[in-house]
């Protein structure tokens, strides 16, 4: 810098163009040491840029990471001036050249700026590459700011242009090199590599740093010139290179010892954060007052508070903790306190902490007094640990042996004689008796219909009585216990929700277990438990639950096998059929009292002898050899087989015989044998088969009425024109006797005269013309009689099978015409029939029958009273009516009557009072079978004796629906 010319500041960014003489413009020259030292010097500010940065990383909030964000930036920031100011010193042009103090330390400003924003961009967790790209261009942008401030600080006598390609170039390398050393830091910091990443990553930034710098520089013309005179104030000692180079070196060096040390130190907190951060225990440290000074993420997490937020906060008010009773602490009482103030540690297995959220937490803690070295107290630490799972546990263990108890409880009472009802009883109040189960202390048994689909309520307890009417029977699927039987699954509710089906005004909230009770795969009933609202669903209580359930399955398949049992053998004694039990060999072990009753043989007198022994066997021997042979292939026999009894009657018997086989080895243990008397039901079907020979006549005789019909048709047409023809006849036979009297009067031929009046006395014309008319009235008659009875017969024997609408008015007149001989010389018939009566629903060939009978009945009661009827007749009155919904027919005679025991039997079938071979004792039987049976109606008689009888007749104006048909059977 050897011309001596004016010197002046080339203020602002000036580039070159065409016009530009670049032939007058000068070179310099670079001293390679100072170079060297600038690279070095950028390279240095780097590396403690880095180490700043992960101590800004490690702060993660609070003073400290500001203070160490602006030592990181002032670090960088002078760091890159630094090297930007040496490499201008080592830079020599052919004049003199000296630079501005203001704008020379302006230039920091920009550099320290963006060296703050890059290091707060780089001590977060993760940077995307957006964001990385991001903070380069920040970083390019402060260093071309910088270094071009610092160049617009030179004062020469000369004028400074840029190549606008060289200056768009230093922006570029800037941007890339700071891109590519934030890559290399974060890439190699990602593999744990983290002092080879800080130092690729610094010597790649100081790089970026100077290559900017001479890049720039290349891009700098400079053009000698006349300018101002330089100021006094001016730096111009070259000298200033190497204190400026020595002070960075001190300066960089303190910021990197100060970051290596709290580094170290930093390290060492770290390791003891990580072991307690690591401790499964709950780690606090507290103040002489009971403050919390830290507290370890383990004891955060058991207690459900943010470690920060326990700082500060007294630990009694924290946990809140409580005796093993339940019963709450007093600040001054509690033990993590008392240690305190007695220096001495507590010690508690059996207490409870609270959760942030109410949730209680048994634990196990130590409060341990902390010592200064004078022995005053300084503070405590207080460690604890979760005693969720050990109090689990031995909570199952306890459910286990609970379990176990209540289960050796309920076989016990099993293997006693103890009806089920009780035994539900016991089981209901056991189950109760668990801890989760006894807060409500509420619940109820169900015990199951399959073939209903439905549930029983057999016992319950503190259940509201609403309750206990609504849920006495359930369906399956109807509510929860319901739907836990029709799914076959347990089925908890927490609350009161949309499955609650049946409930009742006022009822309190709660929840539910609803456990299916099931032997087999098929569900025997369900056990319900009311819980507290908001109870959760626990697999322990489940496993209580089930194995609960299991065990009365199979005490309830007992039970209620042993009841069907006594129900079998109950049925077996009741038995209207006789019932025999034989060994193997054929000897009698058992026989009902329906058949000693029906044999008249003692018990003593069958037990232990042989059926053929007390002449019950039929000695047919080709009956025998198949019964054997049934017995052994098929394992049943049946036949019949006629016996005579100790009173001396024989009886047909049906016998069916079955064999009884071990179910393991397939041989056979024992007989059963079931003995029906038959006799009444053979003769039943003799009289069947003689009824439906009546019908089959009864059929013929319509046939017959059909065919007699036609001719007596033809008969009456013929006799009417024979009348007809009579009459006009007899006007003939009139003018012939005018005539005649004519003749006489003209004196005409008196022998022909007396001729035709001979004629007409043999003809006797007077006796014809008054016997002829009445005879043809009467043969009229009679024929009108043969069409009545036979148009009578047709209608009584209407084949119909199927119910037809029925004139009942016409039906019973017909049915008298059919019946007229058994009553006509006995009785006098009276009919006095509803003409508005509707037609109704019938079976017309059984409903005349059964008038048929009736009258036939009211007939032979009158002809016990009257005899003959020689000397008086009695009465019979048929009357129908429309009574309601019903067909009302009422049939009454002037008979003896009946008392009242006979008029209780006289529906049941062979009951009769006439003389043996006069009546069967169906008629009536038959009656009511087809009235109330067949009809849905109903029959009744009044009847006393001496006062005759009426029997009342109804009958539905609609058929009963099939339903109703049943409902009324039964």
């Known amino acids: 810098m050897n011309l001596a010319l004016p010197t002046h500041a080339p203020h602002g960014l000036r580039f070159t163009d065409a016009a530009t003489d670049l032939g007058a413009a000068v070179a310099g020259s670079y001293d390679p040491v100072l170079v060297v030292v600038s690279f070095v010097i950028a390279i240095v500010a780097a590396y403690a840029t880095l180490l700043t940065t992960t101590r800004v990383a490690a702060a993660v909030h609070g003073v400290a990471r500001i203070i160490w964000l602006s030592a990181g930036a002032f670090t960088m920031g002078s760091g890159i001036w630094a090297m930007h100011f040496i490499g201008m010193l080592a830079f020599t042009l052919p004049f003199t050249v000296t630079y501005g103090w203001g704008t020379t330390l302006l230039s920091l ?85 983290s002092g080879i990443a800080q130092l690729v990553s610094a010597v790649v930034m100081g790089c970026a740093v100077a290559c900017m710098h001479y890049t720039a520089m290349a891009a700098t013309v400079y053009i000698p010139g006349v300018g101002a005179a330089v100021p006094a104030s001016a730096l111009s000692n070259p000298s200033l290179a190497i204190g400026t180079a020595l002070l960075s070196a001190i300066l960089l060096g303190a910021v990197m010892i100060t970051t290596v040390v709290d580094q170290r130190f930093g390290d060492i907190r770290d390791r003891l954060h990580l072991i307690l951060n690591s401790a499964g225990e709950g780690i606090c440290g507290l103040d002489t007052e009971g403050r919390a000074t830290f507290a370890n993420p383990a004891a955060a997490r058991m207690m459900g508070w943010d470690a920060a937020a326990l700082i500060g906060r007294p630990i009694h008010d924290v946990l ?123 619940g109820g048994i169900f015990l199951a219909d399959a073939k209903d689909q439905t549930l029983h309520l057999a016992a319950h307890t503190n259940l509201a009585d609403p309750i206990r009417s609504q849920c006495k029977t359930i369906r399956f699927g109807q509510c929860l216990c319901g739907r836990a039987a029709e799914s076959n699954q347990l089925i908890h509710a927490s609350c009161v929700d949309e499955r609650h089906e049946i409930g009742f005004d006022g009822m309190a909230e709660h929840g539910h277990y609803n456990v299916p009770i099931t032997f087999r795969g098929e569900v025997r009933g369900v056990i319900v438990l009311y819980l507290p609202h908001g109870h959760e669903r626990s697999d322990d209580e489940v496993q209580f639950l089930t194995a609960v359930a299991d065990t009365l399955a199979g005490i309830i398949e007992r039970k209620t096998t042993e009841a069907r049992l006594r129900r079998m053998a109950k049925a077996v004694e009741s038995a209207a059929e006789s019932i025999l039990i034989l060994d193997a060999a054929g000897v009698i072990e058992y026989a009902n009292p329906a058949f000693l009753n029906y044999s008249a043989f003692a018990s003593e007198e069958v037990l232990g002898r042989r059926p053929r022994d007390i002449a019950l066997q039929n000695p047919d021997p080709e009956s025998t050899a198949a019964m054997r042979a049934a017995l052994l292939s098929d394992g049943t026999w049946s036949g019949i087989l006629h016996i005579e009894r100790r009173d001396g009657r024989v009886h047909d018997e049906e016998h069916t015989v079955s064999s ?55 008969v009456s047409d013929n006799t009417v024109f024979l009348q007809r023809a009579f009459t006009g ?92 001989s058994e009553w006509k010389y006995v009785a006098e018939m009276h009919t006095e029939f509803d003409e508005s009566l509707p037609l109704v629903p019938c079976l017309p060939g059984e409903f005349n029958q059964v008038i048929l009978n009736i009258i036939v009945n009211a007939a032979h009661a009158i002809s016990d009273v009257v005899g003959d009827g020689a000397d008086g007749r009695g009465q019979i009155m048929v009357t129908t009516r429309h009574a309601d919904d019903c067909a009302e027919i009422r049939i009454g005679d002037s008979g003896a009557g009946m008392s009242a025991d006979v008029r209780a039997h006289i529906f049941d079938a062979f009951f009769t009072t006439k003389e043996v071979g006069k009546g069967t004792g169906q008629g009536l039987a038959i009656a009511y079978n087809v009235i109330v049976e067949k009809h849905g109606g109903t029959i009744d008689v009044e009847s006393a004796p001496g006062e005759g009888t009426t029997f009342i007749i109804r009958l539905p104006l609609q058929a009963p629906t099939e339903a109703e048909h049943t409902k009324e059977a039964a």
């Open 320 to 442: 809140r903790v409580t005796r093993a009773d339940g019963t709450a602490y007093a600040p001054d009482d509690c033990p993590t306190s008392t240690s305190l103030h007695d220096g001495k540690t507590q010690h508690s297995n059996a207490e409870t902490f609270t959760r942030q959220d109410g949730t209680p937490v048994p634990v196990e803690y130590i409060s341990t007094p902390m010592h200064a070295r004078d022995g005053h107290i300084v503070g405590a630490v207080l460690t604890f640990r979760d005693r969720t799972e050990q109090r689990a546990l031995e909570q199952d263990v306890a459910q286990k042996q609970h379990t176990g108890q209540i289960i050796q409880h309920l076989l016990s009472l099993a293997l006693n004689d103890t009806p089920l009802a009780t035994l539900l009883d016991h089981a209901l109040h056991a189950i109760l008796s668990a801890p989760f189960a006894a807060i409500e202390k509420k």
């Open 109 to 193: 400003v920009p550099a320290i700026v963006a060296s703050a924003v890059v290091i707060h961009m780089m001590s977060t967790p993760r940077m995307g590459t957006f964001r990385l790209h991001i903070a380069a261009l920040i970083m390019a942008s402060g260093i071309g700011a910088m270094h071009y401030t610092g160049m617009a600080a030179m004062m020469m006598n000369a004028d400074m242009l840029y190549d606008p390609a060289l200056f768009a170039t230093s922006i570029v390398v800037a941007f890339a090199l700071a891109a590519l050393a934030l890559t290399v830091k974060q890439r190699l910091g990602e593999r744990r590599l």
């Open 729 to 820: 006849l007899m006007d003939a036979v009139a003018a012939g006797n005018e005539l005649l009297t004519a003749a006489r009067a003209s004196n005409t031929d008196h022998g022909a005269i007396e001729h035709a009046e001979v004629a007409f006395k043999k003809a006797k014309l007077d006796f014809l013309q008054k016997q002829v008319p009445p005879a043809f009235e009467q043969s009229l008659e009679g024929l009108e009689q043969v069409s009545r009875i036979v148009s009578a017969m047709k209608e009584f024997s209407h084949p119909a099978q199927d119910k037809t609408d029925l004139d009942l008015n016409r039906a019973i007149q017909s049915t008298i015409t059919v019946a007229r």
């Open 660 to 714: 009884v086989r071990d179910p393991e080895s397939g041989r056979i243990t024992n007989y059963v044998a079931l003995i029906r008397d038959v006799t009444e039901r053979i003769q039943m079907e003799q009289q069947l088969r003689q009824a439906q020979k009546l019908e089959s006549m009864g059929r013929l005789a319509a046939g017959i009425a059909h065919e007699i019909n036609t001719p007596t048709q033809y």
